[in-house]
């Protein structure tokens, strides 16, 4: 299924131009035919050499109505080659050559792609959100309607999908229907509302988080299908009048929840059926000697959180932990939970 055209197009354009030369040639080459009864290859030969201006000689002798014709001939392709060759060079130096070459090698690394990441909207929000994605690291998709910012997300790196990630064959082509998340934090709230829609209609698994801007949003967009609901403007609030009133709170959580930080972190560790942690506690686990390591709180399969519950508490499959720690004693756990899920 084919999607709306975009403002910007280059290889349309491109495509376009190639057939308007191919149109005045052809448009050449008939009237040769016609008026002067030449071969068609000949009448082809005088049409290329005339709209080129490279004009050898005429093959035969012009008739009065065949030199009329080709005076008009010349006014007619000469503009039309100068547009092709504008159209040409705009295309290879204006970067838009590499910009055609990544949408099309985006949409061969997507289809390669499992449990990856959409983040729906490449503003500032989101932005940052695949920086920090991409830290963990794990696999993103960007959908935006801008082809600016489609570029500027294929020179970070990125793989990017142009489109309204509102269209369901857009979302099918950043791989919807085999991603583990989306995130969806466009400009308005009615867009951010049609994604969440779309994308819980495409996958029913999909976790997905909407940022919302106008009080009373949430409850819609929860509605909708959306996982969790943030709001910038709240959570920035909330996050002033803290710096003011528990300022060594902030820091310490900003330290352990950046990713450019590299002296602590907080991270969480889903228990998966056959988990060497599943029917354990955190000390059968060794959790307890690792002294780079302080389990926070368990949450449970079921939605209840325990704080701080201890050595003692068994675990189960499903459940998280939620664990703060060096980074190294983290990256070793996650290391041998994965070793010993694989060999078990």
Known sequence: MEGPKTARDPLRHLM???????????????????????????ALYMTVTTVTTV??????????????????????????????????????????????????????KVKTLSDHYIVCGYGRMGK??????????????????????IAAAQREGFIAVEGDATQDYVLMQAGIDRAKGLVSVVDGDAENL???????????????????????S??????????????????GAMQVAQVLLRPAVVDFLELATKSEHLDLQIEEITIEKGSSFDGKTP?????????????VGVKRRSGHLDFNPGSQVMLGEGDTLIVLGKPQSLKALEAGLQTRMSTS
Request: charged share 20%.
């Open 218 to 235: 949430e409850q819609k967009l929860m509605r909708a299908g959306a996982n969790r609901v943030s709001s910038p403007y709240l959570i």
């Open 16 to 42: 376009y131009a190639g057939t308007v030369l191919a149109g005045v040639i052809g448009l050449g080459t008939a009237g040769y035919t016609l008026i002067e009864g030449w071969p068609v290859f000949d």
């Open 194 to 216: 049609y994604i969440v829609l779309t994308a819980r209609g495409l996958n029913k698994n999909l976790y997905i988080v909407a940022r919302a801007g106008e009080e009373g």
């Open 55 to 108: 004009g050898y000689r005429e093959i035969y002798p012009l008739s009065l109505a065949g030199r009329v014709f080709t005076l008009l001939l010349i006014l007619l392709g000469v503009g039309t080659l100068f547009y092709v060759l504008g159209n040409f060079a705009r295309f290879v130096l204006e970067g838009e050559l590499q910009y055609v070459f990544g949408k099309y090698r985006s949409g061969g």
């Open 128 to 149: 940052q959100i695949c920086k920090e994605l991409s830290a963990k690291p794990v696999s993103v998709v960007i959908v935006d309607k801008s082809p600016d910012m």
């Open 283 to 295: 000390c059968q686990c060794g959790l307890d000697q690792d002294r780079g390591l302080i389990v």
